[in-house]
């Protein structure tokens, strides 16, 4: 049964989200303010935390920021504001995918198992590693390695960056991606692909302007090129 620490000033949201998600067999911890939520996150141990961006005592983001770098599991925020401002800061922060309110707990729902569904997946496949010249990877232990020095990703980027290198020499396409590491179709405007690759050239010591290592193919989508990391 997973956990899910639900982090909501919002009382009766929190309590309808809570009973939606305890209904389909979640087992669900609230927290109204942010001050608190690093504390009962590392307490709770949760599968997946749903963080609301504005929030007493500390906003989303900054709760983000503080728990990324320990927290490995699935993070998805709330945000009340449709503006792409909100939804590319907190993907750059760490989280892994958003929910624009007011919720649609169906679609919530849905985020929450494609979430989850991708993390245990990921988790479950057998030990396999993959080299690249000074890039390392290995599956079962979701660690990379470039130079000989641990690169930090989040579960999101790992699966993304092991999508694009299982498939070296080959044009990922964006509609692929989204459906395979976020889980639902691809509609022409998420960036959240964009904001993850950029992620990994930054990490990996690609070329921000000119990319050699992980290349747009511009209208279909990332071409990880497997001679660029000697």
């Given at each position: ?63 983000c920021r503080a728990i990324r770098p320990w927290f490995k599991q699935p993070i998805l925020m709330l945000t009340a504001k449709e503006s792409d ?116 050239r930054r990490k990996l010591g690609d070329n921000a302007d000119t990319p050699f290592r992980i290349k747009t193919v511009w209208g279909k989508g ?9």
């Amino acid at each position: 049964m997973s956990k899910i620490l639900l982090v909501e000033d919002d009382q009766r949201l929190s309590d309808l989200v809570q009973s939606y998600l305890t209904q389909h067999g979640f087992v669900v911890r609230q927290v109204f303010n942010g001050l608190e939520a690093e504390a009962q996150c590392r307490d709770f141990n949760p599968d997946l935390v749903i963080l609301d961006l504005m929030l007493p005592g500390l906003d989303g983001f900054a709760i983000c920021r503080a728990i990324r770098p320990w927290f490995k599991q699935p993070i998805l925020m709330l945000t009340a504001k449709e503006s792409d401002i909100d939804q590319v800061l907190g993907l750059e922060l760490g989280a892994d995918d958003y929910v624009v309110k007011p919720v649609e707990p169906r679609v919530l729902l849905a985020r929450v198992h494609a979430l989850l569904r991708r993390t245990q997946t990921a988790s479950n496949q057998e030990s396999t590693t993959l080299s690249f010249g000074r890039l390392q990877l290995n599956q079962s232990a979701r660690e990379a390695y470039y130079d000989e020095q641990f690169v930090e990703l989040t579960s999101y980027e790992f699966d993304l960056l092991w999508m694009l290198a299982k498939h070296a020499g080959q044009t990922v396409r964006r509609e692929a991606i989204h459906k395979q590491i976020i889980g639902r179709e691809y509609d022409g405007l998420d960036r959240t692909v964009d904001v993850r690759v950029s992620h990994l050239r930054r990490k990996l010591g690609d070329n921000a302007d000119t990319p050699f290592r992980i290349k747009t193919v511009w209208g279909k989508g990332y071409l990880f090129v497997a001679d660029a990391w000697n």
